[in-house]
């Protein structure tokens, strides 16, 4: 059966530096691309999976952001306030865990920069699909070069026949890039570190006890980092 996923995470606190000069006056995840917050984009992907509670933490110019997140009306957002210590991804992860905002297991987890379409079918569901939480403490969303769109790094993951993620070697390319997206166990959260620290320092782990996974996107998807990679995302996604 696939996984019934309750809550979404979206990792909004991050001070948008690359994408300078257009954060001076509003946080990263509400720059427009194709004339919707990139936030948005990322909203509603996970409400068009049936998802109705959303948690999303913040930080830079955090007022702003929370204003438009009260426009939402098709879920519930609670706010995860990262106002006086930036946490990184790992970080952020646990204090919204200790928080009790994560109701059932799994909880899918994404970036607010990457936009994604879906190929045959809905992305989200398909992570659900395949969902084992018996043999997985996270479930990657991993994309092939030839479907990245504003991606210039060398990959990030090996990923086996039975989906078993491991990591690149340093110097060598791999085929698959992290797109920002994931589903994870509580699991993957215990005995955490305090204070700031990358996801990475969880999979890692994961990577040791064989608890990592991955599933290949099927859909094409967007590396929106900086002001120079928007006008390439809006012609891709009109069809150009």
Avoid at 7 to 19: D, P, Q
Avoid at 86 to 95: A, H
Avoid at 182 to 189: A, D, G, N, Y
């Amino acid at each position: 059966m696939p996984a019934t996923i309750e809550t979404a995470m979206v990792m909004a606190a991050g001070l948008g530096t690359r994408m300078r000069p257009l954060t001076a006056d509003r946080p990263k995840p509400l720059i427009e691309v194709a004339g919707k917050a990139l936030i948005d984009h990322t909203l509603d992907r996970i409400a068009a999976a049936g998802i109705d509670h959303t948690v999303v933490n913040v930080h830079y110019l955090p007022d702003a952001l929370e204003a438009h997140l009260r426009n939402r009306a098709d879920m519930a957002v609670d706010v995860s306030d990262e106002r006086n210590l930036l946490l990184e991804t790992g970080g952020g992860l646990v204090k919204a865990h200790r928080a009790g905002f994560f109701r059932g297991d799994p909880i899918l987890c994404a970036n607010s920069d990457n936009i994604w379409t879906d190929g045959e079918g809905d992305t989200i569901l398909a992570m659900a699909d395949r969902w084992d939480g018996d043999a997985m403490d996270a479930l990657l969303l991993l994309v092939g070069h030839d479907r990245a769109l504003g991606h210039g790094g060398s990959g990030d993951f090996r990923m086996d026949a039975n989906g078993l993620l491991s990591r690149r070697i340093p110097g060598e390319a791999t085929p698959y890039i992290f797109t920002g997206v994931q589903l994870i166990s509580h699991r993957l959260l215990r005995d955490p570190l305090e204070g700031p620290f990358s996801t990475n320092v969880l999979w890692d782990r994961a990577i040791a006890e064989g608890r990592l996974y991955g599933i290949a996107h099927q859909g094409r998807w967007f590396d929106v980092g900086t002001p120079a990679s928007i006008a390439p995302t809006e012609l891709a996604l009109a069809g150009g």
